[in-house]
């Protein structure tokens, strides 16, 4: 049987870099996380990670005006069309260069991107089938260097594109007769955002220094004229007219000029520069970093790179709020629909704020960890995971929102490890400030500080199973301080090892604490007896990760050879081992001197975690790669990789060798100094920028693995962030026999007619669960007897499936059980016979364990038996599928 974990979402990580977007009823901000999107919505409280990835991190991410298509951009121009509605990938894309922008047009025909110094138009996908869904259109040129951001007039007819070489332009989405392009000067540095005013062709720039000018266009938008043709074309235009043909037009060059001649403006529309503002007259700002406008009320927000924000009423330029949110450059806003919510994006921090600027208050506030997160455990209940990074600061996540609710700032230096006790209601942590503290999820406090006598650096915590007794290994000085909870007082130091502590574990059924050490051994702690050493578990190498199964009977120990050593703590015997470094398959850095075949040698599993049953062991380290055993077979079940993304290092296995010059690789170029604050042109005498300032690739890595007490997901601290495989994700759309009559409009239709039947079953054929509760709620309960009645028996098991898991929650109980007992009185007898051979399919499998449970475990089996019982499985595995919602089948081996 195979593990059907899938990705479910992603935690620790909120924004990392690119533009921001609210979807189209401003109830939910769409956000780039890594090579991921995350959707916040806001109105639920609740956030969710499409499933999807793009090569390298996302720049740019397009919506469509509906809402319901999205085009995501990464560094390396590689586009995803996304359907939003169903989550899923619908075309793939290549720009042939980094774009810096995108933006569709109001009337969702078109799109353009900004790429180099060029903007290019772009045939957005319609509802009918393309061979291709990205045609080009025309492209635009101009600016002299790169273009930053793009902006479209209200009917689509013209759109704006700000540059780097502080000219904006003004071009034509189809071929006027007035307007074909047109500058605009008047900034002395790069333009960071244009707007159009409402209905008009009225234009605001802004530049990074701070300067908005306001122009003004003496041509209204109904004034632009189409370019009529003449002669041949003019017949040719006539002749396709009459043909309705939907051909697309073939692809058109336009090149401005900054200075065209006099007789070339005749008649064009002109501009005029009305008024230009400063927002830095006290010299409190320094850059402006991000801009967005609201067209209906006239609300100018820009943020500095200061991490101030300021709202500004056009065209009087009129300050309404001014508001510092961190001392970081802010990256990304956006405005929803309604003009009440702002949101705010900071690279640096990792932040995302909501802002509703009527009331003051903050709608949402997020912040991931400013470092790598390092260590992470789940509550209990399973509803809760607390997280610990290098920036020394504690979350607490909530699995079902996907928000950190609370962060606990009291560390001073980096986090190694969190535990809960097992109230679920106490938090312990240790770090390399030398204190293990301890805190309350009622009051949110602080309310224990553990020390040791001298400073000394903490590398892991444990607390027991009554939560009495909290112990922690030192780095430096090889020892295990163990505290009492209740006064807070050093009960004893234990000594005894010969190299840093790097892992302890309670048995979670008595009070043995396990210790492993860089000496090549794991000792066994008792804590009720004198704290005496019961057992020393010798190894083949240092010990670097141990943990028990859940009910104690086993020890699991990963060491830097990169075997995974499986132990029997009562006895001290070793029960099995596994070699695992050529599941590791570590990749490449770009600055490695030899291959990544070789550096593996020295790459080992530094975290490992038992699933909630104890038959399977999740191991994780120095790779992209998380890798489940199954204990007893001691052989690889699934390999999870938790990432594509090539913006990361060590992700490849082989070197690219076009990077590969005879001066070196290209790599050691620092080649992104150029973009946003940083060195320009790195030679002597420039001062602009930060001249310490040097972009690197974080290393791809798993630091800490933990399953669900509930066995139905599991999570892993990563480079990407805290990343949840669950078993509970479900397809948002799992058609049933569908095919192209069947769609929502359909299935309404049918019940505005009251042919509730075909109805009810076209919406079981989209497999809509929102759909099919809608239609069967429309039917008069009078009339359900009939409608039952007349179901085929494919369909009542797909209706009884969806009852059973509305009973729960749905307010309409009694209408439920209606339903439920007029599909059983119609269809029960044909129901109970296939019921009937699933029972007997479950008595065979209770009969074979049986037979299986009766052989002494220290009874090896013959090459016959063994042939038996590898029949017995594979019979059970064909009579098993099918049957039950398989999720049993999908976390137990038989």
């Known amino acids: 049987m195979k ?5 479910s ?110 903007a290019q138009m772009y045939h957005a996908p319609g509802k009918k089938r393309e061979f291709n869904a990205f045609v080009l259109d025309k492209t635009y040129f101009g600016p002299y260097d790169e273009t930053t951001h793009i902006d479209w007039t209200d009917d689509s007819r013209c759109f704006a594109v700000g540059s780097k070489d502080m000219s904006t332009w003004v071009f034509g989405a189809e071929r006027w007769d007035n307007l074909i392009y047109y500058a605009l000067g008047g900034h002395k540095d790069a333009i960071v955002a244009c707007f159009f005013e409402s209905n008009s062709l009225d234009l605001y720039t802004l530049s990074q220094d701070g300067a908005l000018c306001v122009w003004q266009c003496d041509t209204p938008p ?53 008024a230009k503002y400063f927002f830095n007259k006290e010299g409190d700002f320094n850059n402006l970093t991000a801009a967005a406008y609201h067209k209906k009320i006239h609300l100018l927000v820009t943020g500095f790179a200061s991490g101030i924000f300021h709202l500004h009423e056009l065209p009087e330029f009129n300050l309404i709020h001014s ?45 991931g960890h400013f470092n790598s997160m390092v260590s992470l455990a789940y509550s209990p209940d399973g509803q809760y995971i607390v997280t610990g990074g290098d920036d020394g600061k504690v979350k607490v996540w909530n699995t079902l929102s996907g928000f950190c609710f609370i962060t606990f700032t009291e560390h001073s230096s980096g986090v190694t490890g969190v535990t809960f006790t097992a109230t679920g209601y106490v938090i312990v942590t240790s770090s390399m400030d030398g204190t293990v503290r301890a805190f309350d999820l009622h009051r949110y406090r602080n309310f224990r500080t553990f ?17 009495e007794i909290v112990c922690a290994g030192a780095q430096d000085s090889f020892e295990i301080f163990i505290w009492s909870m209740q006064t807070g007082r050093l009960l004893e130091v234990l000594s005894g090892h010969e190299g840093p502590i790097s892992g302890l574990c309670f048995n979670p059924m008595k009070s043995i604490l396990a210790s492993a050490s860089w000496d090549k051994t794991v000792r066994l702690w008792d804590m009720v007896d004198s704290w005496r050493t019961t057992e020393t578990l010798a190894l083949t190498s240092d010990a670097l990760a141990v943990t028990y199964r859940p009910d104690g009977a086993e020890l699991a120990v990963a060491t830097l050879n990169a075997q995974i050593t499986f132990w029997d703590p009562e006895n001290a015997v070793q029960t099995g081992s596994i070699e695992g470094r050529h599941d590791l398959k570590t990749g490449r850095k770009e600055l490695d001197k030899i291959t990544a075949k070789h550096s593996a040698k020295g790459k080992a599993f530094t975290t490992l975690c038992y699933s909630a049953d104890g038959q399977s062991v999740l191991a994780g380290g120095m790779s992209k790669f998380v890798c489940i055993y199954h204990v007893r077979e001691q052989i690889l079940r699934k390999k999870f990789e938790i990432s594509c993304n090539l913006s990361l290092d060590a992700m490849e296995e082989f070197l690219n060798r076009r990077k590969m010059t005879e001066f070196g690789n290209l790599a050691l170029i620092d080649q992104d100094a150029g973009e946003e604050n940083g060195v320009a042109i790195p030679l002597p005498g420039v001062r602009k920028g930060d001249m310490s300032s040097r972009h690197f ?11 669900s ?61 929102k759909l099919l509760q809608e239609t069967l709620e429309s039917v ?65 499998a209770l009969a074979v364990s049986k037979q299986r449970g009766m052989k002494r475990p220290s009874e090896p089996l013959g090459s016959e038996q063994e042939a038996d019982a590898s029949e017995d499985e594979d019979s059970l595995h064909l009579l098993g599928g099918g049957h039950g919602d398989g999720d049993d089948g999908d976390t137990l081996l038989m």
């Not at 991190?57 to 996304?82: F, Q, T």
């Not at 903490?458 to 009554?466: E, K, P, R």
């Open 3 to 7: 593990f059907a974990y899938r990705f």
């Open 9 to 118: 979402n992603l935690l620790g990580t909120v924004y990392r870099r690119g533009n921001l977007n609210f979807t189209c009823d401003g109830n939910s901000v769409i956000s780039p996380v890594g090579n991921r999107v995350t959707v916040f919505d806001l109105k639920n409280n609740k956030s969710n990670t499409l499933p999807l990835t793009t090569r390298y991190n996302v720049k740019c991410v397009g919506l469509s005006p509906d809402g319901r298509l999205a085009i995501i951009v990464d560094e390396g121009g590689n586009a995803l069309l996304v359907s939003l509605v169903c989550r899923s990938v619908l075309h793939r894309f290549h720009f042939k260069g980094s774009v810096h922008s995108v933006s569709f047009s109001p009337d969702g025909r078109k799109f353009v991107i900004t790429k180099g110094n060029i």
């Open 222 to 274: 109904e004034g632009l004229r189409l370019k009529a043709p003449t002669g041949w074309k003019a017949d040719l235009l006539q002749r396709e007219e009459e043909e309705e043909e939907e051909e697309e037009e073939r692809e058109t060059t336009i090149r401005g000029k900054a200075t065209p001649a006099s007789e070339e403006q005749q008649g064009k529309v002109k501009y005029s520069r009305l």
């Open 323 to 367: 508001l510092s949110i961190s001392d970081q450059r802010i990256e990304s806003v956006a405005i929803n629909s309604s003009g009440d919510w702002i949101a705010l994006g900071c690279s640096g921090l990792g932040q995302l704020l909501v802002w509703e600027w009527q009331s003051e208050s903050y709608v949402l506030k997020q912040q």
């Open 451 to 467: 020390t040791s006598p001298r400073p000394t650096q903490f590398s892991c915590v444990a607390v027991d199973s009554s939560g």
């Open 697 to 707: 690739k974080p290393e791809i890595r798993v630091t800490s693995l933990r399953f």
């Open 709 to 769: 007490p509930t066995g139905r997901c599991w999570a892993a601290t990563t480079t990407e962030g805290l990343l949840i495989y669950s078993l509970d994700t479900q397809m948002l759309f799992d058609p049933f026999e569908l095919d192209t009559s069947v769609t929502p409009g359909r299935i309404r239709a049918a019940l505005r007619q009251r042919d509730f039947t075909r109805a009810i079953l076209m919406a079981v054929r989209l497999n809509e669960k």
């Open 780 to 844: 008069p309960w009078d009339e359900i007897d009939v409608i039952s009645s007349s179901l085929p028996e494919l369909y009542v098991e797909k209706v009884l499936e969806f009852l059973a898991s509305s009973f729960e929650v749905s307010r309409h109980l009694e209408f439920y059980l209606i339903w439920t007992q007029k599909l059983l009185m119609a269809h029960g007898q044909k129901l109970k016979s296939s019921c009937d051979w699933n029972r007997y399919n479950i008595q065979y």
